[in-house]
């Protein structure tokens, strides 16, 4: 039976809107793109507290440099959005912090998997003592290099302590607290 005017073609409105939508896909994909790149090329800076476990912040790197140091130790470049290398107090009590943020929680998921299977394979100098749950959420602790050393991760963040052995308990409940 032949076209008859007035009559709808399913086909003939179906097309358009699969192009229209097409096109706001690809340019909402395009944005989420330039913003990824434009987050991972020029990090910003991660906060860290001014003190912890009674020790004032001594020392710090931010944005580019601190991601740039993450990079030189784990010889791996990670997606990193922001970043702080901060140490507090002196030889013979001190502690150091990193903070790296990632542009989505899933990277930031994927980072502390990637570290847990890296220290359990490689030649590293720490020795895993366990993990622990606290408030729903996992804690690697390790020990090494004279220090304890704890990994977490905090929504799109992964954050790295190394404490003394007389203050590491409480430098990671102030950690946890600060990065809830």
């Given at each position: 039976?032949?076209?008859?005017?007035?009559?709808?073609?399913?086909?003939?409105?179906?097309?358009?809107?699969?192009?229209?939508?097409?096109?706001?896909?690809?340019?909402v994909t395009s944005a989420a793109y330039?913003?990824?790149?434009?987050?991972?090329?020029?990090?910003?800076?991660?906060?860290?507290?001014?003190?912890?476990?009674?020790?004032?912040?001594?020392?710090?790197?931010?944005?580019?440099?601190?991601?740039?140091?993450?990079?030189?130790?784990?010889?791996?470049s990670f997606p990193l959005s922001s970043?702080?290398?901060?140490?507090?107090?002196?030889?013979?009590?001190?502690?150091?912090?990193?903070?790296?943020?990632?542009?989505?929680?899933?990277?930031?998921?994927?980072?502390?998997?990637?570290?847990?299977t890296a220290i359990g394979k490689t030649?590293?100098?720490?020795?895993?003592?366990?993990?622990?749950?606290?408030?729903?959420?996992?804690?690697?602790?390790?020990?090494?290099?004279?220090?304890?050393?704890?990994?977490?991760?905090?929504?799109?963040?992964?954050?790295?302590?190394?404490?003394?052995?007389?203050?590491?308990?409480?430098?990671?409940?102030?950690?946890?607290?600060?990065?809830?």
């Amino acid at each position: 039976m032949p076209f008859q005017p007035g009559e709808r073609v399913m086909g003939k409105r179906l097309i358009p809107t699969i192009l229209i939508a097409a096109g706001v896909l690809l340019a909402v994909t395009s944005a989420a793109y330039w913003q990824f790149r434009s987050a991972i090329d020029n990090p910003g800076i991660a906060d860290v507290p001014e003190t912890i476990a009674g020790l004032s912040l001594s020392q710090a790197s931010y944005g580019l440099d601190a991601v740039s140091e993450v990079t030189r130790l784990h010889e791996k470049s990670f997606p990193l959005s922001s970043g702080t290398a901060a140490m507090y107090g002196q030889s013979g009590e001190m502690v150091m912090l990193w903070v790296t943020g990632t542009p989505a929680q899933p990277l930031a998921t994927k980072m502390i998997a990637d570290m847990e299977t890296a220290i359990g394979k490689t030649k590293s100098p720490f020795t895993p003592v366990g993990v622990r749950n606290i408030s729903d959420r996992a804690v690697y602790e390790l020990n090494g290099m004279g220090q304890k050393h704890f990994y977490f991760q905090s929504a799109a963040s992964v954050i790295w302590l190394a404490a003394d052995e007389p203050i590491a308990e409480i430098t990671l409940a102030e950690a946890l607290d600060f990065y809830p």
